[in-house]
């Protein structure tokens, strides 16, 4: 019997992910202070937030705790939740035409045992309109997204290409996720059907 999984995330994207592996979990989300390492390098700092969730979740020792945490990364600068209407408008201008990175930290934990990693994925947005952009925006599905933006929004579309985990850039990439709970938990994960985004993706194992 598998051990009961927690996945410490009130994320909706997370939770839809996460279901695609085909296992039983709860929702915990766990309350953290991430200003205290907004001076950390964006590849160090997610892989930080990501256990100090994991670690910061309650959970019963027969459990094992999944955490992430994700940042846009444009220029080495790491781009959060935009703060307010303005904020997310700006941020957009910034990623239209451009390259820029997605990571996500990933940690588990159960008992005294603790396996964590990251992934990166290079994405390309297009070159969206500002009318575009306002209409989006105006929405206020851009205020709960590190970017500013959501790869899988059918309207806006606002990515041209990846290069890497599409899932990543959702917020969970299911094939590192799937590595390690498998590492962890020391067996087999159940045989579910590659989720569609997932196909051709270099983590999926």
């Known amino acids: 019997m598998t051990p009961p999984l927690v996945l410490a995330s009130s994320s909706p994207r997370r939770r839809e992910l996460l279901a695609a592996l085909g296992v039983d979990f709860v929702v915990r989300p766990a309350d953290i202070d991430e200003s205290q390492l907004a001076d950390t390098?964006?590849?160090?700092?997610?892989?930080?937030?990501?256990?100090?969730?994991?670690?910061?979740?309650?959970?019963?020792?027969?459990?094992?705790?999944?955490?992430?945490?994700?940042?846009?990364?444009?220029?080495?600068?790491?781009?959060?939740?935009?703060?307010?209407?303005?904020?997310?408008?700006?941020?957009?201008?910034?990623?239209?035409?451009?390259?820029?990175?997605?990571?996500?930290?990933?940690?588990?934990?159960?008992?005294?045992?603790?396996?964590?990693?990251?992934?990166?994925?290079?994405?390309?947005?297009?070159?969206?309109?500002?009318?575009?952009?306002?209409?989006?925006?105006?929405?206020?599905?851009?205020?709960?997204?590190?970017?500013?933006?959501?790869?899988?929004?059918?309207?806006f579309h606002p990515v041209n290409r990846i290069a890497g985990c599409y899932c990543n850039v959702v917020g969970l990439p299911l094939g590192t996720v799937r590595r390690l709970l498998a590492a962890m938990l020391r067996t087999d994960l159940p045989s579910v059907p590659h989720p569609p985004q997932c196909h051709g993706c270099p983590d999926w194992a």
């Open 41 to 155: 390098p964006p590849a160090a700092r997610v892989e930080l937030l990501a256990r100090m969730k994991a670690e910061a979740c309650t959970a019963g020792a027969a459990e094992v705790v999944l955490a992430a945490d994700t940042l846009v990364v444009l220029d080495g600068r790491a781009l959060g939740k935009p703060s307010d209407l303005a904020d997310a408008r700006q941020t957009l201008a910034l990623l239209r035409g451009r390259e820029h990175e997605v990571v996500t930290g990933v940690a588990l934990r159960s008992g005294h045992e603790r396996v964590q990693a990251s992934v990166r994925t290079s994405v390309h947005m297009r070159a969206y309109s500002d009318h575009e952009v306002d209409d989006f925006v105006g929405t206020g599905a851009a205020q709960d997204k590190a970017g500013a933006y959501a790869i899988q929004d059918a309207s």
